[in-house]
């Protein structure tokens, strides 16, 4: 028996549906289709890994939402979720001029299963009109990030309107942009290192009064710089839904949150931001790997629970994370690390890293370091299953790990998106 | 050197604002002169097979609450700033619903124009305030003879120009067909546009529209009023100036 999705959703909702898939394009080339008991999932991570993002539309949201996962009949047994990974240009077209396909359709069916390659969308329009794309998909697990987001110290609840005000103010040159915040007011500036260099670039800089937030909670005085694009993205979502947008961050260097939540359906867009200091290694998470298949591997090697995905996995693991590097004020190892991470040093580097090779790990100790580099915090996605304690002990606290897509963290305190 | 400047008029915001928008059109990089009764905005290219140079004045009265300035000295009490044209443009263009816009030069790691706008929050009363540092460069009292008015020459014929607006779209569609055009009038407020090329000749008539009173009596009385007087201009470079005009002007003078 094979896993399916099978979903059906009126004109509105179409709208709606494509404006995440919109939101999730400014993120990265590729979308995940992930149905579950919860709703359907799309997701989607950039290729530097520093920018995640997920949308789940719970069952309620569809006129019609069913789902299955496969059962193998093999010694293991197990259930196996639709691995559906697609194509921002292929999907991105179909959901393009969502105003009229707003008006004029009237029914739209979503339907797919594991062993057929594609995945079928079909928009039953006004006037007898019936339009089938067919999509086809590469099978591919899909990446989860647990982030704490309730444990963040800053928490801002603001209306779309307010933050897309402060973008105008940014030019389309600036890639990344500083948010500022103490208990009494917030600040929305361009980043700073950008203005030092190049002295022919604009300094902006916008406040914000508490009183304009719908909710506003500052436990620690800090800035955070980020990507300016994809904050976008997430701004015109929310505004399509008219849903306030949720900010949720702590020192820089950590990842932060951009979150939706809506009866119907809950966003959330994990960013990475500017690391202040190289010494502030401690906030890296080194957990930087892939969980891209290959189409010709089995499903069920990689799916087992208490199994990594990958067997290459643990001996990563075990070789990034020795204390002594991670701690080291040293520019030189930092830097090591990061590269070894495959985070962009200083500019967006847009390679596809996710396939880091295990001789860089090795060579950390001579790389030069240059003073006061700015690094991306990168985010970590590894497959990390239920049954496996942390076989090394991590000597910080890990921020956000990544999951294969089965229910294995049941630990309380982690929300998996 | 100082200078602050205020704008509380919304209408002379718009203006000010359109004006350095026609200004980022024609090109990257201009020189603002600040004197203490106006505001200038140079460009020179001295570009060898003929470049675009412009001139434009405003009346600080006319735009400024207030105005105050400081020129380098005593004797010379002007201020020549060097910018990137876009980037006051785009601050500008932020400030649409402003109801406090001051300029002032400030000096922050490096000489910038703060722009600092104090923006209408469309819920409740209470403001915002948006500030833009715009990177500036200060042109040196040696190179100021080479940025002063320039003269306009004697000329031939002079003749207000049709609206604009028609004009850009003749010249526009000309573009395809030549690199160059041709422009002749006469003292008798006919205009002519008209490109030549092997296979073809196109020409556009203007009439009734006018002549501005002559500068020098010896030039007319000498010409026949019917006769043509032609330059041969390169049509991108008129039609950069064409599609920069945002300010409606009430009269446009053209002059060969």
């Known amino acids: ?417 | 050197m100082k200078f602050r400047a205020k704008i509380v008029d919304t209408a002379c915001l718009n203006h000010f604002t359109r004006v350095s928008s026609m200004i980022a059109k024609l090109a990257k990089t201009c020189t603002l002169r600040i004197s203490p009764d106006k505001l200038n905005f140079v460009l020179s290219d001295k570009v060898a097979n003929g470049g675009v140079s412009m001139w434009c004045e405003l009346e600080q009265e006319n735009f400024f609450s207030e105005f105050q300035m400081e020129g380098v000295s005593a004797e010379n009490n002007e201020i020549y700033l060097e910018l990137t044209s876009e980037n006051l443009s785009r601050a500008l263009k932020t400030a649409q619903n402003a109801r406090t816009l001051k300029i002032k030069l400030t000096n922050k790691h490096f000489p910038c124009l703060t722009v600092s706008i104090e923006l209408q929050l469309s819920v409740s009363s209470s403001s915002r305030v948006v500030t833009h540092d715009i990177p500036v460069k200060v042109i040196p009292r040696k190179l100021w003879k080479d940025l002063q008015e320039p003269t306009i020459p004697d000329a031939d014929v002079s003749i207000y120009l049709p609206v604009l607006k028609t004009m850009k779209s003749v010249v526009e569609k000309m573009k395809n067909i030549s690199n160059h055009l041709i422009i002749e009038a006469n003292l008798n407020g006919e205009l002519n546009l008209k490109i030549e090329t092997e296979l073809v000749c196109v020409t556009t008539h203007f009439k009734d529209l006018g002549n501005p009173p002559l500068a020098s009596e010896n030039a007319s009385q000498d010409r026949n009023s019917e006769q043509m007087a032609e330059v041969h201009i390169d049509i991108r470079k008129l039609l950069q100036f064409l599609a920069g005009q945002q300010v409606n002007p009430t009269k446009a003078t053209c002059i060969s």
């Open chain 1, 1 to 417: 028996i094979a896993a399916m999705l099978k979903c059906v959703m009126s004109g509105s909702q179409v709208k709606v549906f494509g404006k995440a898939i919109q939101a999730l394009s400014r993120i990265s080339d590729e979308l995940w289709l992930d149905p579950s008991e919860k709703g359907l999932a799309l997701r989607s991570v950039n290729s530097c890994r520093s920018a995640y993002g997920y949308v789940l539309f719970s069952p309620v949201f569809f006129q019609h939402y069913q789902w299955s996962t496969s059962v193998k009949m093999n010694d293991t047994d197990m259930m196996l979720n639709l691995n559906c990974r697609l194509g921002m240009k292929s999907i991105l077209p179909i959901f393009r001029c969502l105003n009229s396909l707003e008006k004029n359709v009237e029914k739209c069916k979503i339907f797919t299963r594991s062993d057929k390659c594609k995945v079928v969308i079909q928009f039953f329009c006004r006037h007898g009109i019936k339009k089938i794309h067919n999509v086809c998909f590469q099978e591919s697990q899909p990446l989860q990030v647990i982030f704490q987001k309730n444990m963040c110290a800053n928490t801002l609840v603001i209306k779309p309107r307010v933050l897309t005000e402060a973008l105008v103010l940014f030019t389309s040159s600036q890639e990344e942009v500083t948010l500022a915040v103490t208990p009494l007011k917030v600040c929305i500036k361009s980043s700073n290192e950008e203005s030092m260099d190049l002295t022919n670039s604009v300094y902006s800089e916008m406040f914000v009064g508490p009183d304009e937030f719908d909710f506003f909670q500052v436990g620690i005085d800090t800035e955070i710089t980020f990507c300016f694009k994809e904050l976008k993205g997430v701004l015109t979502f929310s505004e399509a839904i008219r849903a306030p947008i949720a900010i949720h961050f702590d020192f820089p260097g950590k990842p932060m949150a951009l979150s939706i939540d809506d009866m119907l359906l809950e966003a959330n867009f994990i960013l990475a931001t500017l690391a202040d200091e190289p010494s502030r290694a401690s906030s890296l998470q080194t957990l930087c790997l892939s969980q891209k298949q290959k189409r010709s591997e089995p499903i069920h090697s990689n799916s087992k629970a208490g199994k990594n995905v990958t067997s290459k996995v643990p001996e990563y693991i075990s070789r990034k994370v020795e204390p002594k590097r991670l701690y080291s004020n040293e520019t030189p190892t930092n830097i090591s690390t990061l590269e070894n991470c495959g985070s962009p040093l200083m500019k967006r580097v847009n390679g596809d890293i996710s396939e880091v090779p295990e001789s860089s790990v090795s060579d950390t100790e001579e790389v030069p370091g240059s003073p006061s580099l700015r690094k991306f915090s990168c985010m970590f996605f590894g497959a990390v299953s239920s049954d496996q304690q942390e076989p090394f002990s991590l000597p910080f606290q890990s921020l956000a790990t990544a999951s294969d897509s089965e229910e294995d963290m049941n630990n309380g305190s982690f929300s998996t998106f």
